[in-house]
């Protein structure tokens, strides 16, 4: 740390641009000349500082009601939310024959494909990775049983997310799948082919205007809120951004059919 006055110090600490948005633990260990050591331990939260511009310009909500930090924590939880709707979930699925290859498992091929396209970046990290390539990550991820039906992680490297074109090996980033393996199966998020980031960003930035306003909001304290002719202006009141987050997602989604895709 540099130290800018007695007792104070700095240290400048870039997040990587493919860092994965959200909470992070920060310790500080300091050592006294005389050896002692004493340690303090803080959160930051890492997300888009736009998202926060709009979320406060919909919503109206300013600094003095909910501060930045509580409110990034807000809008994570609701990117969350948000990733879990738009993108299309699959679990356990087989992996297809890549055409150029022709063969699945046969003890040495590793290139194969997704029977679903397009691999989303369901971290939101703008990079689309499958597990073993970075202990954050892992917008692919599956296992592998063996002929003894013992369960065994592979190691995935998407080559190509827009037509699933992926490389399996076993865990230590080298060993094909034996031929004589029991299954493998993959689980990841798709695309819709409507995906619009810029349109989900908004629908982020509505989402999370609502969840802070029904935080703010304490409907036991208004005087009038039990009667039934407030109630129904408070509930369309209140729901306002959320019906404007919905008719985004729909429009980058997959379509829903009586509550259900």
């Known amino acids: 740390m540099t130290s800018d006055a007695t007792g104070h110090y700095e240290y400048t600490y ?25 340690i303090m331990r803080t959160t930051t939260m890492l997300f888009r500082k736009d998202i926060l511009t709009k979320i406060r310009r919909y919503s109206g909500i300013s600094n003095e009601s909910i501060d930045d930090e509580d409110l990034y924590g807000i809008t994570i939880e609701a990117l969350d939310e948000a990733l879990d ?52 990550d892992g917008d692919i991820t599956g296992y592998w049983i063996d002929s003894d039906y013992t369960k065994h992680d592979m190691r995935i490297t998407v080559t190509d997310a827009k037509t699933g074109r992926i490389t399996i090996t076993q865990n230590d980033g080298v060993t094909a799948i034996p031929a004589d393996h029991q299954g493998a199966y993959l689980t990841f998020w798709t695309e819709w082919e409507s995906w619009d980031e810029n349109i989900f960003l908004d629908a982020v930035a509505y989402l999370s205007a609502h969840h802070a306003i029904l935080r703010m909001t304490d409907l036991h304290r ?13 509930e369309l009141n209140l729901n306002r951004f959320y019906n404007k987050y919905e008719m985004l997602m729909s429009k980058i989604s997959r379509p829903k059919c009586d509550g259900v895709r």
């Open 14 to 38: 870039e997040f990587p641009s493919a860092a994965n948005y959200g909470e992070y633990n920060i310790l500080y260990k300091a050592t006294s000349y005389a050896g002692t050591i004493t």
């Open 85 to 136: 709707e738009v993108f299309d979930f699959h679990k356990d699925v087989e992996p297809v024959c890549d055409p150029d290859y022709g063969v699945i498992f046969n003890g040495s091929n590793t290139v194969v494909r997704t029977p679903c396209t397009p691999i989303a970046d369901h971290d939101f990290n703008g990079s689309i990775q499958g597990y073993g390539a970075d202990p954050c």
């Open 222 to 234: 208004a005087t009038g809120a039990d009667l039934p002719s407030n109630q129904k202006k408070i």
